[in-house]
């Protein structure tokens, strides 16, 4: 499902007008990237959790080249569902509609 498709079924089940829930849509957005990005985690009860996880230092192999690179310290997005999210998911009805 397209972000497009999300902002159509929200307005059509709510009655909200599309511009309005595509506003929402990406302010939430806007706020989960600028709160990750300045390493706060953000949480949404009963959906799940968007984290920062740190990724250690490390030596990796250029196979091409056989030399060792160090790969620096850094931070990646992560999401990690809620228990609710997930046991919803696996007793869903699941149809492929591609």
Same mark, same amino acid.
């Given at each position: 499902?397209? +972000? ?7 307005? &059509?089940?709510?009655?909200?007008? +599309? ?7 990406? !302010? ?12 706060? /985690? ?7 959790? $968007?984290?920062?996880?740190?990724? !250690?230092?490390? &030596? !990796?192999? /250029?196979?091409? +080249? /056989? &030399? @060792?690179? *160090? *790969?620096?310290?850094?931070?990646? =997005?992560?999401?990690? =569902? @809620? +228990?609710? $999210? ?6 869903? /009805? ?5």
């Amino acid at each position: 499902m397209t +972000k497009a498709e999300i902002i159509t079924e929200i307005s &059509t089940k709510t009655g909200i007008e +599309k511009i309005d829930v595509q506003e929402t849509v990406e !302010a939430f957005f806007k706020v989960v990237k600028t709160s990750m990005v300045s390493g706060e /985690n953000v949480y949404v009860r009963g959906f799940g959790s $968007f984290v920062v996880k740190k990724r !250690a230092k490390k &030596t !990796a192999r /250029n196979i091409s +080249k /056989n &030399t @060792a690179i *160090i *790969i620096p310290e850094h931070f990646v =997005p992560s999401f990690k =569902p @809620a +228990k609710t $999210f997930v046991e919803k998911v696996k007793t869903g /009805n699941k149809t492929k509609s591609k």
